[in-house]
């Protein structure tokens, strides 16, 4: 089957799935959505057996019954994200968010040299980025998916909600000019950056991690912002804006990117370390590790 055929095929099927879940009651499709993730996960073991083996890596001394756990509910949170994504009233959904340290951002902000904002594939981080942008000038950086379609339709309901998507490949251009125009611009960092990152430890391992944030706030003297979406047990979220990391005093060499990519990491790893069962443990995070650059 040809791959714009497959392609057309999955889509329909997708917004056939979405028509559905609209006639029923938003509280229902999420409750549904949840549960079918996690019984989807055991039957079709969706990259189930990558997130146990590299959370047995990360913590080695849980027991297996904790790491199942953890899985469980990381399968959890994915249905009640996607519900929340493509049913969810975005303003009920504000109204039960908490936001921890939005001065700092705002700070960050006025500064007027634009802002990267560093996250990572945690809690509900499309969601956070409504949010933000329902109040500043917002772009993210993503890559493409591979059904053009459904990426198009995702990119279609973030540009309702003021979010401007700019593509990874080529992206550097477009991110110098909207940090330039004062936007705050997201990148996630959480990711397997194979021969284009520099080697760091990530969650005691190894890792190639994007240089990106460091190199762009070397060069344009922008700010970093850390920021990051926690979803709390009974639903609500809690968006975190923590502390800026300035990129004064760093010079513009392979050593100074690195140690600034590391203190970027470090921070991002806090929050999986606490909060284990909001990371998204199915990507190949330490598989490029050998293709890193090394100081």
């Not at 028509?19 to 993730?37: C, E, G, M």
């Not at 980025?129 to 379609?149: C, E, L």
């Not at 047990?233 to 005093?249: A, L, Q, R, T």
Request: with cysteine.
């Amino acid at each position: 089957m040809k791959k714009l055929t497959k392609s057309k095929i999955e889509f329909f099927f997708f917004k056939l799935f979405i028509n559905i879940f609209k006639v029923f009651p938003y509280k229902f499709t999420r409750s549904f959505l949840a549960s079918l993730f996690v019984f989807g996960a055991s039957i079709f073991n969706i990259r189930k057996s990558l997130a146990n083996k590299q959370l047995k890596m990360v913590f080695p001394d849980k027991p297996k019954k904790e790491i199942k756990k953890i899985l469980n509910k990381m399968y959890y949170h994915m249905g009640l994200t996607t519900a929340e994504s493509y049913f969810g009233n975005k303003e009920k959904l504000f109204e039960r968010c908490e936001i921890k340290g939005w001065k700092n951002l705002k700070d960050a902000v006025e500064e007027g040299k634009g802002v990267i904002l560093v996250t990572g594939h945690f809690g509900n981080w499309e969601l956070a980025g409504k949010f933000i942008a329902s109040h500043f000038d917002m772009a993210v950086v993503g890559k493409r998916q591979r059904n053009r379609y459904f990426d198009d339709y995702t990119n279609a309901l973030r540009l309702k909600d003021k979010v401007i998507v700019i593509n990874k490949k080529n992206a550097l251009r477009p991110i110098l000019k909207m940090l330039g125009d004062g936007y705050i611009v997201s990148l996630l960092m959480d990711q397997n950056a194979g021969r284009n990152g520099v080697l760091t430890d990530f969650l005691g391992h190894e890792a190639s991690t994007f240089v990106g944030a460091a190199k762009i706030a070397i060069k344009t003297g922008c700010p970093i912002a850390p920021a990051y979406a926690i979803r709390k047990d009974d639903g609500s979220h809690v968006f975190i804006c923590e502390e800026i990391i300035s990129p004064e005093g760093f010079k513009n060499n392979l050593e100074d990117i690195a140690k600034l990519t590391e203190i970027i990491s470090k921070r991002i790893e806090k929050y999986i370390y606490q909060y284990p069962h909001l990371w998204f443990w199915v990507h190949k995070r330490w598989k490029g590790h050998k293709k890193a650059r090394k100081i």
